[in-house]
């Protein structure tokens, strides 16, 4: 069990380009999460998959975002046209449903930072 | 809609105080209550965990009990360690058991100070 991971760990990137991170959870979690966290705030929630049905998507995942999990493991986050506010840290969370085990654990997070 | 309050920080203390951070959540359904910790540099940790009312969770020595009569899920430590310095968040799942989210408080910054 190697843990949560998500690549890159940090991306600079100029406003109006289109950025893309990647998760892998722990083997065998069917469950996956995203969250942004700005500073000084905790993590909000953004989408989660169970599998690779997308279940639920925040308000706060406008149509520059898209996320992906093709094959019900590892999972995409892409923002197109970034803007200077999605600068934050995405945190991917995975976690293993249908066993009574509702605990989430989290990845390192990717920084972002919109110039 | 949920939501989870804590306690306003920074708080710092000398190693060997008593630790308590305050937490409460909206009373939506019966959900899952949640301590992560982050410490410099690293990724979020679940700290302890409890799943109904009156449960304690417990490990490295902190303690918090889901007590649905205050809405209320502090943090509690009897004696602070250097170690222990690092950001605590308190949250909440959305439905009992089979938590589709978490919804995290503003998270409070913990030093603690030979």
Known sequence: ?115 | GDSVTQMEGPVTLSEEAFLTINCTYTATGYPSLFWYVQYPGEGLQLLLKATKADDKGSNKGFEATYRKETTSFHLEKGSVQVSDSAVYFCARGTLTGANSKLTFGKGITLSVRP
Request: glycine share 8%; aromatic share 10%; proline share 4%.
């Open chain 1, 1 to 115: 069990d190697t843990g949560v991971s998500q690549d890159p760990r940090h991306k600079i990137t100029k406003r109006g380009q289109n950025v893309t991170f990647r998760c892998d959870p722990i083997s065998e979690h069917n469950r996956l999460y995203w969250y942004r966290q700005t500073l000084g705030q905790g993590p909000e929630f953004l989408t989660y998959f169970q599998n690779e049905a997308q279940l639920e998507k925040s308000r706060l995942l406008s149509d520059r975002f898209s996320a992906e999990r093709p094959k019900g493991s590892f999972s995409t986050l892409e923002i197109q046209r970034t803007e200077q506010g999605d600068s934050a840290m995405y945190l991917c969370a995975s976690s293993l449903e249908g066993r009574g085990t509702d605990t989430q654990y989290f990845g390192p997070g990717t920084r972002l930072t919109v110039l």
